[in-house]
């Protein structure tokens, strides 16, 4: 059975292959069930979570992905999130491969969130604001400069000083990336905006997209979770969604948006599905506002293990 770490993702986990492997999955018969939650009680601590995201074809691959989240690990300087992904032999139910489920996570969240900008942001697209400096966004900035001609990329944080080392860290690598101390500017002038932080409150607003833009929309993973407030839903033209069920369930700007009144559930109007098998065209108009909605859900990472395993296997 193979281990594989960050690194070996990265390296036979472009994000070309990475796009192919989604756009491959979508248009299969992956069976996905919806994650389970578990509580799990931290004694003399905040309670934890366990997660659980399987997904299979018939004769293919199971994947299962294991989240653990340990907020009270923040306290003590330790990582609040770890995760471990495996991948069996749908024909036998031998492992295969266990594979460093964070890494996973990011490729293919990075993935999704640029495979869905290919059908919605404008193809001329180049100035990308990034609205959180965690671990997402390098990935994030990545994968949508390989689907669009970004010259420009913003980036912000409401810890200014991570911003910072983040932006600086990525233009050391070439990346055109500067540190933005003023969200609102940057955003009236993006043609895509990203937003990848644990928010509850609106962060990014409405009244400040400019026709055209796109919003990609990746944080809020909790239906008590947002990043943007009532308005981006209403003045979007389009809204797409990674998977309708998971969007409605947890998808925090949606779900709340339609809580409010703002939206209906009919205006979400494609998954990637329907994307990917051309059920919906994207964006129809270069004025539109379009927005993008991702949970995550399991489809997407039993896509990204096994294009990494069939690539290691490839290579011998």
């Not at 932080?197 to 607003?205: A, C, E, G, Q, R």
């Not at 709340?256 to 939206?263: D, E, N, R």
Request: net charge neutral; hydrophobic share 50%.
């Amino acid at each position: 059975m193979l281990d594989l770490d960050a690194a070996a993702i990265r390296a036979h986990l472009p994000w070309p292959r990475m796009l192919a492997a989604l756009e491959t999955a979508l248009r299969a018969d992956v069976l996905v069930p919806l994650r389970a939650r578990h509580a799990i009680q931290v004694p003399d601590g905040v309670d934890a979570s366990l997660l659980l995201m399987p997904a299979w074809r018939t004769g293919h691959r199971i994947g299962v992905k294991l989240v653990t989240v340990f907020p009270g690990n923040r306290s003590e300087g330790k990582r609040s999130v770890a995760a471990v992904y495996v991948l069996f032999d749908a024909r036998n139910g031998q492992p295969l491969a266990t594979l460093d489920g964070e890494e996973i996570t990011a490729r293919r969240t990075a993935g999704a969130s640029a495979y869905a900008a290919q059908f919605l942001a404008r193809a001329e697209a180049q100035h990308l604001v990034m609205v959180g400096a965690g671990r997402q966004a390098r990935g994030l900035i990545e994968a949508h400069s390989s689907v669009r001609p970004i010259s420009r990329v913003s980036l912000w944080s409401r810890t200014e000083a991570h911003a910072s080392a983040a932006a600086a860290a990525m233009a050391r690598d070439g990346l055109p990336v500067e540190l933005c101390t003023n969200l609102e500017v940057a955003v009236r002038d993006a043609d895509i905006v990203c937003c990848a932080t644990l928010s509850t409150v609106p962060i990014v607003h409405g009244a400040w997209l400019k026709a055209g833009a796109h919003v990609d929309l990746v944080g809020a993973f909790r239906s008590t979770m947002r990043e943007t407030d009532d308005a981006v839903l209403q003045r979007a033209d389009l809204i797409v969604v990674d998977d309708r069920a998971a969007a409605l369930a947890e998808g925090g700007d949606v779900v709340q948006a339609i809580a409010s009144g703002a939206i209906d559930r009919a205006k979400i109007s494609a998954s990637l599905r329907d994307l990917a098998t051309r059920g919906h065209p994207g964006r129809a108009r270069s004025e539109d506002i379009t927005v993008f909605k991702s949970v995550g859900f399991a489809l997407e990472d039993l896509a990204a293990a096994e294009a990494v395993f069939d690539a290691v296997m490839e290579a011998g």
